[in-house]
């Protein structure tokens, strides 16, 4: 049975690479594949998968729009398909990623998305949150903030190497780096209001309460 993967990590930790890898095993056996990436992702030109490393390959552009079961199906017909390889999975929309679960459920190829799962304020992609929950496989790629402790996520840093706090979602660049929850800060990041109460003010509310009673 042909399955859908989800390979996620922070930024920077060789999610790309790793792709690369996985499509030049497939095709050294003789094994055809087929490579997608977003139009919106042109860090390195559009239509290329590109690694850190330096190593390279064509891939297919995709915008929100593509029908990319159409597509597959359409390619698999003329020519057998082995496997499908989606670089920056986390810019695919939910009807996408619904797409990709019928590639691998009605046309039995499987499907490997690589991508992260959140942006710089710690709110999850669309293609992300439906990979993570559709997925059979979830499989992450770890790396590290600078702290030394495990890397989950994504800094946005402006031309002075400061954190960003508000913005775009989307903003492509190299302008990223990985960090550790703790040292993001994630309660002064993220949209979600809340602010810790003072220790002091919660004592005088459970001693209000006892009070009432």
């Given amino acids: 049975m042909a399955k859908l993967y989800f390979y996620y990590s922070a930024m ?12 030049y095993n497939y095709r050294e056996r003789g094994m055809r594949t087929l490579l997608f ?14 690694s850190r490393l330096g190593i390279q390959a064509e891939a297919i552009p995709f915008t929100g729009d593509d029908d990319l079961f159409v597509h ?12 499908i390889f989606i670089d920056e999975a986390q810019f695919l929309n939910k009807k996408q990623v619904l797409q990709l679960t019928l590639v691998c459920d009605r046309l039995g190829i499987p499907v ?33 903030c600078r702290s030394g402790k495990k890397a ?5 840093l402006d031309e002075h190497g400061n954190q960003v706090l508000e913005g775009a979602q989307v ?3 190299h302008h990223y780096v990985a960090m550790a929850r703790k040292h993001f800060n994630l309660e002064k ?16 509310d459970h001693e ?6």
């Fill in 152 to 156: 989950t996520m994504n800094a946005r």
């Fill in 12 to 23: 920077n930790a060789g999610k790309s690479t790793t792709l690369l890898q996985s499509d």
């Fill in 208 to 213: 209000t309460r006892i009070s009432a009673a």
């Fill in 189 to 204: 990041v993220s949209p979600i209001e809340y602010e810790i109460p003072p220790e002091d003010a919660e004592n005088d």
């Fill in 171 to 173: 903003d492509i660049g």
């Fill in 37 to 50: 990436t977003p139009v919106i992702d042109e860090r390195f030109g559009i239509g290329k998968v590109t």
């Fill in 112 to 144: 490997l998305c690589y991508g992260i799962r959140t942006d710089f304020q710690g709110e999850p992609f669309e293609g992300s949150m439906y990979l993570l929950a559709w997925a059979e496989e979830l499989c992450e790629i770890k790396t590290v």
């Fill in 72 to 83: 597959i199906r359409k390619e698999h017909a003329t020519n057998p398909i082995h496997c």
